[in-house]
């Protein structure tokens, strides 16, 4: 049997769900379509809201199977996305500098940048992992 890294936590991932009617959490374990509905439906009218609750185990489990450990660490990523998404420190953060200054002096790049990265800021992660490792 192969241990598997845990490259998502249960705590922020918990930390997260209490503003999942907004879908936060979500998209931090790797699901941004339904992290979308949730945002748009406040947590599918709550109840999704509250069934995610039970469900954060099985969404952290397959997080850890989907995304590549590495120096770049997910929640940090996760917290400086959501926090200070519109400033780029994310993209800094994994050394995407161009584009995090670009951010710096844009908003975010209006904004839509931010929404893009919400939908994919694992799978960059997880590449910018990857690269790491084999260079």
């Known amino acids: 049997m192969t241990i598997r890294p845990d490259t998502h936590s249960k705590?922020?991932?918990?930390?997260?769900?209490?503003?999942?009617?907004?879908?936060?959490?979500?998209f931090y374990y790797g699901k941004p379509i339904t992290g979308t509905l949730w945002f748009f439906t406040f947590g599918l009218f709550l109840i999704g809201w509250i069934i995610d609750f039970f469900l954060i185990p099985a969404m952290d489990e397959q997080a850890d199977h989907r995304f590549r450990e590495g120096e770049v660490s997910?929640?940090?990523?996760?917290?400086?996305?959501?926090?200070?998404?519109?400033?780029?420190?994310?993209?800094?953060?994994?050394?995407?500098?161009?584009?995090?200054?670009i951010y710096l002096l844009t908003g975010g790049l209006f904004l839509i940048g931010v929404l893009y990265d919400f939908w994919t800021l694992n799978d960059q992660i997880s590449e910018r992992n990857q690269y790491i490792k084999f260079n």
């Open 11 to 26: 705590l922020f991932g918990y930390l997260l769900w209490i503003f999942g009617f907004l879908g936060s959490h979500r």
């Open 74 to 101: 997910y929640n940090i990523g996760w917290l400086l996305l959501t926090f200070t998404g519109v400033f780029g420190l994310h993209r800094m953060y994994m050394g995407k500098w161009i584009t995090g200054i």
